[in-house]
């Protein structure tokens, strides 16, 4: 079992950045491959970005170049770090574990771009 939190989201102007961060607790973090999705009013949830326990990463070719996935295993903990936002990239942002049929999400913050 593992539990996740996430953190940091808020009201941010265009061309801006904000740093997420996710807490897991539980179970053995680092074996987990963790990634960030999001989900706008009206739309499906998508897959913004991945990181595996080796640290390969994978991004969705929205936020290419502008976004950043990373981990510390040592501390239970991936970020999102999002710069020159958008007002597209307005959603609630989740944070999801998953390993072969275990899959964890949190609750999700919510990240508004507007000005």
């Known amino acids: 079992q593992v539990q996740l939190v996430e953190s940091g989201g808020g009201l941010v102007q265009p061309g801006g950045s904000l740093r997420l961060s996710c807490a897991g607790s539980?179970?053995?973090?680092?074996?987990?491959?963790m990634a960030w999705y999001r989900q706008a009013p009206g739309k499906q949830r998508e897959l913004v970005a991945t990181i595996t326990s080796g640290g390969s990463t994978n991004y969705a070719d929205s936020v290419k170049g502008r976004f950043t996935i990373s981990r510390d295993n040592a501390n239970n903990t991936v970020y999102l770090q999002m710069n020159n936002l958008k007002p597209e990239d307005t959603a609630v942002y989740y944070c999801?574990?998953?390993?072969?049929?275990?899959?964890?999400w949190g609750q999700g913050t919510q990240v508004t771009v507007s000005s």
């Open positions: 539980g179970s053995i973090f680092s074996i987990y491959v």
């Open positions: 999801n574990a998953s390993l072969l049929h275990y899959n964890y």
